[in-house]
């Protein structure tokens, strides 16, 4: 974007693992100006000095700070809350836990349900030994039982783990002095599934955020850096990133949304597909169905943690084979398919290589192809192809995420920070071609790309200024 000659008024930091980065914006008559961004190695020993060293990069380019600037940050050094779900039937505890753990910084390690014999679920506990459990199961006034042997668990195993206690409320008193008796640490919160028909997930993820907050608190170095913050609720990145685009999607009380669209986030380690469809917000709660057969709330996300461009590059191949990748190549290099592995392999054992030539970058790219491919097809709906009599389902009837109409895909990560619009666009839009029953979108859609890397930006900065980051985002992307 073009940079504007005007103080910077506004720094958002990213601490992450590797880099830490900061973008410099300048808020103006309730607009938002891009200036500048600027990153350095996270100096974890002091996270300041990392940041002091990303704000000169950005000051290098000839952006000027005001005297009196805000400071925001997201953060993922720290981490993921490492989480294991308890709950009573399979699917409803898969589905709440991945909802709960969205934007609150939290890594769902195990799903475990009341189908599990006692013996295997305190085998999980003990070799995760999770930073957060989340106590679920029985709607309210359903199952206690489930719950309550569940907590006994917990109390047998003096773990370190926090409780999020969001069973049956009528189960939460019995369970509440339990933990008091044991001495285990836990925050009580209403069900996350109060009937069959409604997840209730807000509190629950507030809950499982303030533990996120008190882990990078504890986190070496980070204390200090917190304290110069305009506001120490630091959120999580991959949730920051969520925030902008439902944000985009949404809209605000004075501006309407752009609509429904998805999010591609490939980064190292896993492939994120998250989706935002406001219009199902309209939708009674009979219309949207039992909760366990589909996904039509208006954010939904799903996590590919086997699918990475870097730490679990050989997850790629291994998913679609060796064969695939080299199909997705956007030239005929002549890799074979041992070349292929051994790239993957290398790219693992590797984190930091950087593709050294032009055959590599289109293996690299036809990587992030196949992953990308593969998740969507997994976060998608489809057509059923058999008949269910017991569930109510003909052949052809469209189930779970309907994408169809979606008609924008923001796309973030590395490699689209580091591709022209060309290259990006041919890595997305080939996953679109052939939806075979996938509920994926009819038309092709457009391809945003965060070129700029500022979506994160925009995610912390909505929750402040709402209207002006989305005005911000709809300019951004084009929408």
Do not use: W
């Not at 308890?86 to 709960?100: F, N, S």
């Not at 499982?208 to 504890?218: A, D, K, L, M, V």
């Amino acid at each position: 974007m073009e940079v504007v000659e005007m103080q910077a008024n506004i720094l958002v930091y990213d601490v992450g693992s590797t880099y830490t980065k900061a973008a410099a914006f300048a808020l103006k008559d309730r607009r938002f100006t891009f200036l500048g961004r600027g990153q350095s190695p996270t100096t974890l020993h002091d996270v300041m000095e990392g940041a002091r060293r990303a704000e000169a990069a950005i000051q290098a380019q000839g952006v000027q700070f005001a005297a009196e600037m805000k400071r925001y940050s997201s953060c993922s050094a720290a981490g993921g809350l490492r989480m294991v779900a308890l709950g009573y039937m399979p699917r409803v505890t898969a589905k709440a836990a991945k909802e709960v753990a969205m934007t609150a910084g939290a890594r769902v390690m195990q799903v475990v349900s009341a189908e599990e014999p006692l013996s295997f679920r305190r085998e999980v506990l003990m070799e995760i030994n999770p930073d957060i459990i989340l106590l679920s199961g029985g709607t309210d006034g359903g199952d206690e039982g489930c719950a309550l042997e569940n907590a006994e668990m917990i109390c047998e195993l003096h773990g370190k783990a926090t409780v999020i206690v969001a069973c049956n409320k009528y189960a939460q008193r019995a369970v509440a002095e339990l933990f008091d008796k044991a001495g285990v640490a836990y925050v009580r919160v209403p069900n996350i599934m109060p009937t069959i028909h409604e997840l209730n997930i807000k509190p629950a993820r507030e809950a499982i955020h303030e533990q996120f907050i008190r882990q990078i608190t504890r986190a070496r170095g980070l204390v200090e850096f917190r304290a110069g913050l305009s506001d120490q609720a630091v959120v999580p990145t991959p949730g920051a990133v969520l925030l902008a685009s439902e944000l985009l999607a949404k809209g605000t009380y004075e501006q309407e949304g752009a609509g429904s669209l998805i999010l591609v986030d490939i980064g190292g380690a896993t492939t994120d597909i998250h989706s935002a469809l406001p219009e199902l917000e309209k939708l009674s709660i009979e219309e949207r169905g039992l909760i366990i057969n589909n996904e039509k709330q208006f954010s939904y996300r799903t996590v590919e943690g086997n699918l990475g461009l870097r730490v679990s590059a050989t997850g790629i191949p291994e998913a679609v084979g060796p064969n695939a990748v080299i199909r997705a190549m956007d030239g005929d290099y002549g890799v074979t398919p041992d070349e292929a592995l051994r790239f993957a392999q290398h790219l693992e054992d590797h984190p930091d290589y950087i593709p050294a030539d032009e055959r590599e970058k289109s293996l690299e790219r036809a990587m992030a192809t196949c992953a990308i491919n593969t998740a969507l097809r997994r976060h998608a709906g489809h057509y059923a192809d058999t008949a269910d009599p017991v569930m109510g389902i003909m052949a052809g009837t469209a189930i779970g995420r309907d994408l169809r109409r979606v008609e924008r895909v923001l796309c973030v990560g590395g490699i689209f920070v580091h591709s022209d619009k060309q290259a990006a666009e041919e890595m997305v839009l080939r996953c679109f071609e052939d939806p075979g029953i996938s509920l994926l979108p009819q038309e092709k859609p457009q391809i945003v790309q965060d070129r700029d890397y500022i979506l994160y930006a925009m995610g912390v900065l909505g929750k402040y200024y709402p209207d002006a980051a989305f005005s911000f985002l709809k300019e951004y992307t084009g929408s």
